[in-house]
C-alpha cells in the first residue's frame, strides 16, 4: 500500500470516533494539504472501498479501510513508545520519526516490538490507544506463550476490534480481546470482564474519566487504564 494511502487512512481513523464522519476540512488541516487534494484521494479510496465518500459531509472508514488504518496506527503509536521510552528520544521528534519508519516497518518486527515492549496500551505522544494486533488471540498471554513456538501459523483475526475506550454512548459489543500481564488479565477476568461476554457503553466521562458499562446484568465504571485494553467487536459495522 502506498504511502499517501497510509497516511489518509491513518488520519481518517484519529480524527473519528467509532464511525463518526470525518470532514475534508479536517482532513486538509491535519495533513497540510488542499481542499482539492483531499477530494481527489477520498474519491480515490472510496473507488477503492476503503472509505464511504460523500462529498459535502465528509468520510468514514469501512471495514476494509478500518483494517489497515488500525494496523498503521499500531505500527506508528509502537514506534512512539519504542522511541521514547527505550531510545529517550526527545519529545519534539518521536512524532515525526515515527511517520518515517511506520511504513518499512513489517508485520514481524510489529508483533515482536509489542512482546519487547511488554505490549504498551498508549502511545507517550497524546495518550492514544494503541490498537490491539490482529492475531486470533484473546489475551497477550497465548501470543507469548506460542512465540515460543512459532506464530507462523497461527493466522489473522477477521473482525476488526475497538477498544470501549474508544465507543460512543450506547455502543454494543462482544469483549474479543484483553491486552496486558497476567495480572491484568486477572484483575479484568475477576470484574467479569471476560472474552465472548457482550458489553454495553453507558456513559463515556469528558477529560478522560471512567467508562461506565453495563455488563452481565452490573454496572462498572472503569478507569482509562483498564478501558483501553478491553477490546470488543461491534456488534454493527460500517461493510
Partial sequence: MQKSTQDYLKTVYSLSKNGEIVSNTDIAQKLNVTPASVTEMLKKLADENYIKYSPYHGSTLTEKGLKEAQKITRKHRLLESFLSNVLHIGNDKVHQEACQMEHALSDEAEESLCRLLKHPDTCPDDGKT???????????????????????????????????????NGSIGK?????????????????????????????????????????????????????????????????
Fill in 175 to 239: 469483549i474479543s480481546f484483553i491486552r496486558g500481564e497476567h495480572k491484568v488479565l486477572q484483575r479484568l477476568l475477576d470484574m467479569g470482564l471476560t472474552p465472548g461476554t457482550k458489553i454495553q457503553i453507558i456513559k463515556v466521562a469528558p477529560m478522560n474519566g471512567p467508562v461506565e458499562v453495563a455488563v452481565r446484568g452490573t454496572k462498572l465504571a472503569l478507569g482509562q487504564d483498564i478501558a483501553c485494553n478491553v477490546f470488543v467487536e461491534m456488534e454493527t459495522t460500517n461493510k
Fill in 130 to 168: 494503541i490498537p490491539a494486533c490482529d492475531l486470533p488471540f484473546s489475551n497477550c498471554e497465548e501470543c507469548t506463550q506460542l512465540h515460543q513456538k512459532g506464530l507462523e501459523q497461527v493466522g489473522k483475526r477477521d473482525k476488526n476490534l475497538i477498544s470501549i475506550r474508544e465507543l460512543k
